[in-house]
């Protein structure tokens, strides 16, 4: 079966043709004719395995064959199609596609996500935009301030929709759903079908076709997975060991927590492996940065938190290791299933003490199988230690819990607020500042912040309750994070700020992570 006979057009058959793309997968050859057809969708396949191709292509489809829009009583040109992703990383990849497989037509696409400066996005959104590709906070954002108008949209997407759930948007995209106009197609994406997700279809699509094409929350086939069981304490001298002595180049290490992430990472660098860590509290420039370097190869480990384990679309990543494991199963399926993927074979380790064991039995559990075990000489475990139970959810407040990465660790990952006279705590990178989750400033000591004065943000950046415990980025790194080119604004013409898909200028800034043989 080709791309042509699944009835799109020339011009996205040759867009496809020119990426290197030969045959549809299985989940396309499926939901493509199903989108082309007009009715709503609900589609689960593995991660991997060209999700973002089976509603991309037959969206561009639609709005490029479709009837031409016609400006609005304010003489602006409607958004027509609106894709809601749970991470910024994901959306900035999703409108990447759309770009790519666009390029041969005439719409416009445009990225919006937190963690930025708003300015840009703002600016970019009085132009013309075909396609919006967003996160449901930094969206909601721009509805309050009125700088974005939903009431046109013909398409809703919602991508990765049982981790947007998993993240607590299940209001925002509620919020969301209600400025949308009631006649629209709705298309629901996920790599896992639980039910959840078909509670959420039931109230959201309207007889829509179902299509499964992989058993539930299955991991990929090609992943060569295995356990080593090995003392707390000693797992970051294994993971060293195993770096070095296999000799490998690009490596995805997944941590509990973010200071777990940042103090593995200052380990690695020491034992002289080049890492660096992406996760929430990091501005959106240091993401975008440590993102790049990983892909180009010029950075060995990356360490990341679950943020990172859907949405990233890293070519033929070779290994990943689950430094600690989930205390969520699925998430385990979601972490190594960024290798192995479109056909080719990955490796996924999981370093587990016995405070995990719980932990890999719920994980077998979910997969129905044993994984199997390897033993490392040196790296034997103490079968004399007892397990300690790990604090997880609101219960676990103010307790703390020894990571084995040489400081106890406070659960929801930052420290518990100093009182007075104690010292400041370190930021989201490391560097010292008061404690009120922002620069000091006259007349705001951090007493007086402590006092809830302070609106920490969401996942995706945007603002959130005073009591939120998410420890998020200062206004001075989200200023400097506004100035990388990493998906806040689309790839701008001159003239109206636009992502214009067929334009040159439009497709700098991530040609380099899109090669030949491979779907997302």
């Known amino acids: 079966m080709s791309f042509a006979s699944l009835g799109l057009a020339e011009p996205l058959v040759r867009a496809v043709t020119e990426l290197g793309y030969t045959q549809p997968t299985p989940i396309q050859q499926q939901a493509i004719p199903a989108v082309l057809a007009g009715g709503d969708l609900l589609a689960g396949a593995q991660t991997g395995t060209g999700k973002t191709a089976g509603f991309v292509l037959p969206l561009l489809h639609r709005l490029s064959t479709g009837p031409a829009p016609a400006r609005n009583a304010a003489g602006r040109w409607p958004i027509r199609a609106l894709i809601l992703t749970p991470t910024r990383e994901l959306a900035a990849q999703v409108e990447e596609s759309v770009r790519d497989y666009g390029k041969h037509l005439k719409l416009t696409s445009l990225t919006v996500f937190g963690g930025v400066n708003i300015n840009p996005q703002i600016s970019a959104l009085k132009g013309r935009i075909d396609i919006l590709v967003a996160t449901p906070g930094r969206l909601l954002d721009h509805v309050q301030q009125r700088t974005v ?45 639980s039910d959840e997700i078909k509670a959420l279809a039931h109230d959201l699509l309207d007889k829509p076709a179902t299509i499964e094409v992989a058993r539930r929350n299955a991991p990929a086939e090609l992943v060569d997975q295995s356990v080593i069981q090995v003392d707390k304490p000693r797992k970051r001298e294994l993971l060293s060991k195993l770096v070095r002595e296999n000799d490998w180049h690009q490596v995805l290490v997944f941590t509990r927590t973010k200071h777990g992430a940042n103090r593995l990472t200052e380990q690695l660098n020491r034992d002289a492996i080049s890492a660096l860590a992406i996760h929430g509290n990091k501005s959106q420039g240091a993401r975008t940065r440590a993102l790049s370097e990983f892909k180009d190869g010029s950075l060995r480990v990356l360490v990341a938190t679950d943020i990172a384990a859907r949405g990233l679309d890293i070519e033929e990543l070779p290994h990943v290791v689950n430094f600690e494991l989930p205390n969520v199963p699925e998430d385990y399926v979601h972490r190594i299933g960024r290798t192995g993927r479109a056909g080719m074979s990955g490796e996924a380790i999981s370093l587990v003490c016995v405070d995990e064991l719980k932990f890999l039995a719920d994980i077998e559990k979910l997969m129905k199988r044993q994984l199997p075990r390897r033993k490392i000489d040196g790296f034997e475990p103490d079968l004399s230690i007892r397990p300690v ?54 007349g705001n000591s951090p007493q007086q912040r402590a006092g809830g004065q302070h609106k920490p943000r969401t996942a995706d950046g945007r603002q959130g309750q005073p009591n939120s415990s998410r420890a998020q980025p200062s206004e001075q790194q989200m200023r400097s994070g506004g100035n990388s080119q990493s998906g806040q604004t689309p790839r701008t013409t001159p003239a109206t700020g636009t992502s214009n898909t067929g334009s040159p200028q439009s497709r700098a800034g991530f040609r380099g992570t899109t090669r030949p043989g491979r779907f997302r």
């Open 149 to 193: 108008d939903l009431s046109g949209i013909e398409t809703l997407v919602l991508d990765e929709a049982d981790r947007m759930l998993d993240m607590g948007f299940i209001r925002d995209i509620r919020k969301v759903l209600a400025l949308l106009p009631k006649r629209r197609q709705n298309l629901l994406f996920s790599a896992t079908f």
């Open 389 to 442: 139970p790990i604090p997880m959810g609101r219960t676990a407040r103010g307790q703390q819990y020894d990571d084995g990465l040489g400081e106890a660790l406070t659960p929801k990952d930052q420290p518990r607020r100093p009182g007075r006279g104690q010292p400041a705590r370190s930021g989201a990178n490391g560097h010292a500042r008061p404690a009120g989750n922002g620069p000091a400033r006259a």
